[in-house]
């Protein structure tokens, strides 16, 4: 079983080492011979993949989440991601502690904070990183390397170096060592990316604090990608989420202009990809979810306010995916109404409610949006997701069905909108009236209609 971190006064008499300077030869020369303690600041989808990679590589880590849930789980040994497998929890245990004491943290001589970065109204909230390092620095003993992975607003690396010198007089790049090396984890993704083979960037207060960032990388990355400061590390990978929301956006109107002029949108985009320079394929669907695209752009229109400047393209295409799940909710009141029907008591199944293929992941799912709008037209709303067993959406259950060709033909509308463990395949498609495909995966027939 993974150890329990249970208390300060446990975490500090393991480490002999606890409350002294980590020079800058002392910090190689652990790192080197895989002494080095490292802790993870959050276990969520960044935070325990990269756990259990500095565990792998051979390294002690203390694995820290608020979450007494998660804990819990990865003292039982069972993983609640799909990146991180059960056994691997097993096979890592004595090398990977976990709990909920900031003060275990006083063991380390690397601490990476992998926590949410939410939005508020439009604006990025900051809260859980800021509470992380409220939290933590006292702990830290002088010389420690700390690295921001959360996605954050450029220029939130350095006012937070500002606020440590000025309310704690810590001074950066000798007292604590700070650096933001973003996240890139992409969660159950099929094309081999892991964390190992994807670039990391790494952008420190100092440039020993980028060295010790990057030494501390290159031991469970193959590519470790040094920037100029923590903002280039920043607005890089804000950018990169938001060359992704550009992109999808501009799939969604290909698809809305395909559909008029009968052409098949897949076809279009995959013909354009053959092409082997200057095109990257980006696919139309339901809209945009999880905690990275639809929400990382948003992080830019303050400070362009501040400049002077102006995001329009970006807002654009904020807007064109915001509003696609409403779309989908006019696209099955039309289709329901072309067949002699009404919304109001309609039933529609909607199949796959979590926002990407083989995650269980419902934030800022498209799904959530398109079932609110359908109970709102009246309807009577189930969904069929083999990862989400069950769902309270605004305090109220939503019913799941069977997927079977008896359910489906109940049905007056089946809505595919996250197509997990290859469903689109299965023959029961064909039982359903009326199914409206959102990602134009189905194979055609004359129950088959495209969003």
């Not at 439009?122 to 809260?127: K, N, T």
């Not at 170096?161 to 890139?184: C, F, K, N, S, V």
């Not at 098949?264 to 905690?291: C, M, N, Q, S």
Request: some cysteine; glycine content about 8%; charged content about 20%.
């Amino acid at each position: 079983m993974v150890t329990m971190v249970s208390s300060p006064t446990d975490s500090r008499a393991a480490d002999p080492r606890a409350g002294t300077v980590v020079e800058v030869a002392d910090f190689d020369r652990l790192i080197a011979s895989r002494k080095a303690v490292v802790g993870i600041i959050g276990l969520g989808y960044t935070g325990l993949p990269l756990a259990t990679g500095f565990a792998a590589a051979g390294f002690s880590v203390v694995g820290l989440d608020t979450d007494a849930e998660k804990i819990n789980a990865i003292l039982r040994g069972e993983s609640y991601l799909p990146d991180v497998s059960d056994l691997e929890l097993e096979e890592l245990h004595p090398r990977l502690s976990v709990g909920t004491s900031p003060a275990a943290m006083a063991a380390a001589d690397a601490v990476v904070v992998c926590v949410p970065t939410p939005t508020s109204h439009g604006v990025a909230d900051l809260s859980h990183v800021d509470a992380a390092l409220a939290a933590v620095v006292p702990h830290l003993r002088p010389g420690t390397l700390l690295v921001l992975q959360s996605t954050i607003p450029p220029g939130t690396t350095s006012a937070a170096a500002r606020r440590l010198t000025r309310e704690g007089g810590i001074r950066i790049g000798t007292d604590l060592y700070l650096a933001m090396a973003p996240e890139r984890i992409n969660p159950a993704n099929a094309d081999g990316w892991r964390m190992t083979n994807t670039p990391k960037l790494v952008g420190g207060f100092t440039p020993e604090c980028t060295r010790r960032a990057t030494v501390l990388f290159e031991q469970v990355c193959e590519q470790v990608h040094p920037v100029s400061s923590p903002e280039v590390a920043e607005l890089a990978k804000v950018f990169e989420n938001t060359f992704r929301l550009v992109n999808i956006a501009l799939s969604l109107e290909l698809s809305d202009l395909c559909r008029h002029l009968r052409i098949p949108v897949r076809e279009v985009i995959d013909a354009a990809a053959t092409k082997p320079y200057g095109f990257l394929a980006h696919y139309p669907g339901p809209g945009v979810g999880g905690e990275c695209i639809p929400v990382d752009p948003l992080f830019l229109q303050p400070l362009a306010q501040l400049a002077g400047t102006d995001l329009s393209l970006v807002q654009a295409a904020h807007r064109r995916i915001t509003e696609r799940p409403g779309q989908v909710v006019d696209r099955i009141v039309e289709l329901i109404a072309a067949g002699g029907g009404t919304i109001q008591q309609a039933r529609v199944l909607i199949v796959g409610v979590s926002y990407k293929e083989g995650v269980a992941d419902l934030r800022n799912a498209p799904a959530l949006d398109i079932i609110r709008a359908l109970r709102h037209c009246g309807a009577q709303v189930s969904y069929y997701d083999p990862l989400v067993p069950s769902m309270v959406l605004d305090n109220q259950a939503v019913p799941v069905a069977a997927w079977t060709p008896t359910e489906l033909a109940a049905q007056d509308c089946v809505v595919l909108v996250t197509p997990h463990n290859r469903i689109a395949a299965d023959p029961h498609w064909s039982a359903a009236p009326l199914v409206l495909d959102t990602r134009n995966v189905l194979t055609p027939g004359d129950n088959i209609e495209i969003l």
